[in-house]
């Protein structure tokens, strides 16, 4: 992240002029000095200071580049960038922040009117060309170049071995439309199938999937007039510095799909289905790198306040992206000595004095494109005044207004604080923010890696869909992937999930009476071999649980003792198991140090998750794990991480989950002594291994899914007749986690078995 440097030049009279504040930021008293000192800290431990922040962005980064090698693995030439808070580092986990992604068309070639490129027959892109004028600034309209010489180039397409995208476009014939390229277009066909598309929520230019929102988008590689207005606009001139701007010059545009607000009077209508919107996501996004820690605190304030005073009433309508906006401008027209850790206060003053400024003048201007106001379409003519209003009485009571934050008990924490005025809270020693968010990205992220996509695929489409995707990976999977390559880890855990999705397809259609597809259940085999190259624990572990559901005992058996050798060694060097068994930290901070690939590989051998898709790869009593999440609910204090706990799917570590397998297989081959063996090992598991607890401000929550280890040491017990035994382990579970456990479905169960031995009995 770059540093803010507060040296400055002598500043002109311009400077001086734009440097003008609002009284009401002018004053910075003593008592403001101290607030302002005891809020940053208090932000530091919760979500933003440096090492976070630069933990943020180096996961995401990985991110973007682990979803650009899966969407190359399946013929899809997409880049895919991560935009918004979870990347820039402003968000706490208590505002549940959706993660924005956009998808980039590579296979397409857009070029400006003004510009006059010709069609390379050697290149397979569509060309298209973007027209911006006589349209709104924001707006353009995408013309396929030549649409009948181009369509007449890509007549004779194979959906098996052709660009999926170009493929999919030609479906429509855009010849009747003179190439004019509808906006809505793109979703029709962007989805990976027409299942998720149906399940998926359709807002602005963007798809929600889960808690992903993701954009589909072309890109421009030259940049408008219009956007070229940061550039060129007068400013003071200390941020964006120069080479900050030098960058962002070398960065074209997206065009996204959506058109002009239609209640607005710089909507053509008929041509609004046409219209295209302009978005210059990476220079927003660069500006936001460009800034220091105190900068984002400030704007982090502002997300509270607005999410708690305006969200309610305005939702979306007053949003992230006028606060933004307003917190752009502030920086830019206010010195640089203003924003400092004991005047944080004020700093919050000076951005909602901007963004009151706008609501006056009923004009928000873009700030990297000239002639566009932002509340067009948003705010109604009356609505300004009472804004106005309400972010006057909101300054002039701005401490209070603070001190009154619920969101991640700022408000509770920070009074406690300010009456303890001598205690030290610096970041250095306190670790729960860092903690929290390591355990987040590796715990949960990595185990759920596009995991809502296939949960989202009905029964009876998942044979299709495992099909579809089975023969694009075998076409794609061996293209050299260039710098990607490095992300191949993530590509590989990934496959694993889906060979686990098509085996339990076909799995289920055995069961259910079927004959069995041996043709599937191969294919399905051939990609968990694929997966298991990366030498992830989880991925062996998948494999061997499909391996026993599919009735291969023998070749279970194989793979157990490399399984755990492979458990020992790693136990020894692996951080993430050691975050685990004993929180702190210094481990979180040595994880966040470490690559991405090492902490990912990490986690994925020290959890595994089967979602509802993967369900007949497990065996039948630990499918109860699905159901846990209708018994009991979290209160605030029980639960810190979104997600954490996933209560639709399957999760435990794989340690226990290696023994009880051993158990189950050994019993089916009756190899007695080694069935005991397995029983003992999982027995001094659950001795020896307690859960760990985090602790945090949001209260505390267990690290290991130990309820599901007893669980498994609980029906071990039960299969050898030791029912008392198992009765008190499920009991033990569910003292040690009362809420969502599956433990009450078997206790349940055990006394339903008790009710009819004593009916019968008495009969």
Not at 118 to 131: D, N, R
Not at 520 to 532: D, W
Not at 550 to 563: Q, R, T, V
Not at 731 to 737: E, P
Request: net charge positive.
């Amino acid at each position: 992240m770059a540093r803010w440097n507060n040296k400055q030049k002598h500043t002109t009279r311009k400077q001086r002029n734009a440097w003008k504040a609002d009284k009401a930021v002018e004053s910075n008293s003593t008592d403001d000095k101290e607030f302002s000192e005891t809020l940053s800290r208090l932000l530091d431990d919760i979500a933003v200071n440096k090492h976070l922040i630069q933990f943020r962005r180096k996961i995401m980064f990985s991110y973007e580049r682990e979803m650009t090698l899966t969407q190359k693995a399946y013929g899809r030439d997409r880049r895919n960038f991560v935009f918004g808070s979870q990347i820039e580092g402003t968000t706490t986990l208590a505002m549940m922040s959706d993660t924005d992604v956009l998808q980039r068309f590579d296979t397409f070639r857009l070029f400006l009117d003004s510009e006059n490129p010709q069609i390379q027959p050697h290149a397979h892109q569509i060309v298209i060309k973007v027209s911006t004028i006589c349209y709104s600034s924001q707006n353009c309209v995408l013309t396929m170049s030549e649409p009948s010489i181009q369509a007449w180039r890509f007549k004779q397409l194979d959906s098996n071995r052709d660009p999926i995208d170009i493929v999919d476009f030609f479906q429509s014939d855009r010849t009747t439309t003179n190439g004019l390229i509808p906006h809505a277009f793109i979703f029709v066909w962007a989805n990976l199938c027409p299942e998720i598309l149906r399940q998926s929520k359709r807002h602005g230019p963007a798809e929600t999937i889960g808690l992903t929102d993701y954009v589909f988008a072309f890109y421009c590689e030259s940049l408008p007039k219009q956007c070229k207005f940061v550039f060129e606009r007068p400013r003071p001139g200390h941020w964006p510095s120069e080479k900050t701007l030098k960058k962002a010059k070398k960065y074209g545009v997206f065009i996204v799909p959506q058109g002009p607000t239609k209640s607005t009077n710089i909507c053509t209508y008929d041509y609004f289905d046409f219209q295209w919107r302009i978005s210059t996501n990476l220079t927003e996004r660069l500006l936001m790198f460009s800034l220091a820690t105190i900068h984002l605190k400030a704007y982090v304030l502002t997300k509270m306040i607005r999410k708690e005073s305006f969200m309610p009433e305005y939702r979306d309508r007053l949003s992230t992206f006028h606060f933004k906006t307003a917190f752009f401008f502030a920086i830019e027209t206010t010195r640089p000595d203003v924003w400092m850790e004991n005047n944080l206060i004020n700093c919050v003053k000076c951005i909602l004095s901007t963004l009151r400024r706008f609501l006056t003048r009923r004009n928000c201007p873009h700030f990297t494109i000239a002639n566009v106001n932002l509340f067009d379409g948003k705010i109604e003519r009356h609505e300004f005044p009472k804004l106005v209003d309400k972010l006057t009485y909101i300054m002039n009571s701005l401490r209070t207004k603070i001190e009154g934050i619920q969101m991640d008990n700022i408000g509770q924490t920070l009074n406690e604080r300010i009456t303890r005025k001598n205690e030290s809270s610096g970041y250095c020693m306190n670790g729960s923010a860092l903690l929290k968010y390591v355990l987040h990205f590796f715990l949960v992220m990595t185990n759920t890696f596009d995991l809502n996509k296939l949960l989202k695929i009905p029964d009876n489409h998942r044979k299709g869909f495992f099909e579809n995707e089975y023969s694009h990976v075998e076409t794609n999977f061996s293209v050299p992937f260039g710098k990607d390559r490095k992300y191949d880890y993530a590509l590989r855990a990934f496959l694993s999930t889906l060979a686990g999705m098509g085996a339990s397809a076909y799995l289920k259609q055995t069961a259910e009476g079927c004959e069995y597809n041996h043709d599937g259940i191969n294919k399905a085999r051939q990609m968990f071999l694929k997966s298991i190259e990366s030498n992830i624990i989880g991925n062996y572990m998948r494999y061997a649980s499909f391996l026993f559901c599919n009735g291969e005992y023998y070749e279970a058996y194989k793979y157990f003792e490399l399984i755990e050798k492979q458990i020992d060694a790693d136990k020894k060097i692996n951080l993430m198991y050691k975050l685990c068994v004993s929180p702190s930290e210094s481990l979180a901070l040595e994880i966040a140090n470490q690559s991405c690939e090492k902490s990912y590989k990490q986690a994925l051998s020290v959890f595994v998750i089967f979602g509802q898709a993967e369900a007949m790869c497990v065996p039948e009593f630990l499918r109860c794990e699905m159901y846990r999440g209708r018994f009991g609910s979290f209160a605030s204090s029980d639960f810190m991480l979104p997600d954490s706990r996933r209560d639709d799917c399957i999760c435990v570590q794989i340690e226990p989950y290696l023994y009880y397998l051993q158990y189950l297989t050994y019993k089916e081959l009756r190899q007695e002594p080694k069935q005991s063996e397995a029983l003992m090992k999982l027995l001094i598991f659950t001795s020896i291994s307690k859960p760990a607890r985090f602790i945090s401000f949001a209260g505390d929550i267990f690290l290991s899914h130990f309820d599901t280890s007893l669980n498994m040491l609980g029906h071990c017990l039960e299969m050898e007749q030791k029912f008392e035994s198992a009765w008190t382990t499920y009991k033990t579970s569910l003292q040690m986690i009362p809420q969502r456990n599956a433990a009450i479905l078997h206790t349940i169960r055990l006394l339903w078995t008790v009710f009819q031995s004593l009916s019968t009995s008495l009969v």
